[in-house]
């Protein structure tokens, strides 16, 4: 997949987590991607891994933090945008907000387990010390293409 450069900050990065997630699905994992920017640059990136880790904790969000907390030798990712192909869920806005993302971004809304205002709204409630910013339908229809994709595929 090129990325365009045309397009907008938020469109051109979830086309790299796009790019991320299709490493996942040909891993036969949910095809979800992440990238994580500081300063108009990927700091982290990653993809679903939690069958081939063997980690039901290795979601995409969750691999680009840690890829990020090592790289920046700091569990407080301040001042960061976390890209992301679909609405994070309950474990991983936890992450993020322990984190201390600044900003999430997702393309298509989980309405089942989502954590970003769909089902759930972790991110943005006030009784947490940190909220994050959340923008919801980046690139919603080709994320949730990818995901359907997918599914169809396995059955």
């Not at 569990?75 to 309950?90: A, D, G, Q």
Request: positive net charge; proline residues 3%.
């Amino acid at each position: 997949m090129n990325i365009d450069l045309s397009l907008t900050a938020d469109a051109y990065w979830m086309q790299y987590a796009l790019r991320l997630a299709s490493y996942a699905a040909h891993q036969g994992e949910v095809p979800i991607g992440a990238v994580l920017v500081q300063d108009n640059q990927c700091i982290a990136h990653g993809w679903n891994q939690p069958i081939q880790r063997h980690d039901p904790s290795a979601h995409a969000e969750i691999v680009a933090l840690r890829h990020a907390a090592n790289k920046v030798e700091n569990y407080r990712l301040l001042n960061t945008t976390l890209y992301v192909t679909l609405e994070p869920c309950v474990m991983c806005a936890g992450a993020i907000l322990h984190a201390r993302v600044k900003r999430v971004v997702f393309g298509a809304y989980d309405p089942k387990t989502g954590a970003a205002g769909s089902r759930f709204d972790v991110l943005r409630d006030t009784r947490h010390n940190h909220q994050v910013d959340c923008v919801g339908g980046v690139l919603a229809e080709q994320c949730g293409d990818v995901l359907k994709a997918f599914f169809r595929q396995r059955r």
